[in-house]
């Protein structure tokens, strides 16, 4: 089992940059595909990015390619977005979510919120115009 803590959401003017950060405890940390997803008021979980256990494998979802940058450090047991040129449309709670990178995971970053484990409580991200 993992517990996930976000942090490094705040207030930034469009075209501007955040790093989250989403810390984990547990021993096993660096067995688990770590993902971020993103919910704006009245819209559905969006899937924006994930890493797997080793890092060796990102995906993006397409409204941020090219601006969000996924890494971890298992040393720390953590994993950060960087949010390059931010967008207003950007704005939404962020939340990272675990499951663990074995079976078909082991070389599949998964894209769906539904098989994700574990969830952080979120951190606001806000972009002004």
């Known amino acids: 089992q993992v517990q996930l803590v976000e942090s490094g959401g705040g207030l930034v003017q469009a075209g501007g940059s955040l790093r989250l950060s989403c810390a984990a405890s547990?021993?096993?940390?660096?067995?688990?595909?770590i993902g971020w997803f993103r919910q704006a008021p009245g819209k559905e979980r969006e899937f924006v990015t994930a890493?797997?256990?080793?890092?060796?494998?990102?995906t993006y979802g397409d409204p941020v390619k090219g601006r969000f940058t996924i890494s971890r450090d298992n040393t720390k047991n953590t994993v950060y977005l960087q949010m390059n040129s931010l967008k207003p449309e950007d704005t939404a709670v962020y939340y990272c979510?675990?499951?663990?990178?074995?079976?078909?995971?082991?070389?599949?970053?998964?894209?769906?919120?539904?098989?994700?484990?574990?969830w952080g409580q979120g951190t606001q991200v806000t972009v002004s115009s």
């Open positions: 979510a675990a499951h663990p990178g074995s079976g078909r995971y082991f070389y599949i970053l998964s894209i769906r919120h539904e098989e994700y484990d574990y």
């Open positions: 547990g021993r096993t940390f660096s067995s688990y595909n």
């Open positions: 890493i797997g256990w080793n890092g060796a494998r990102t």
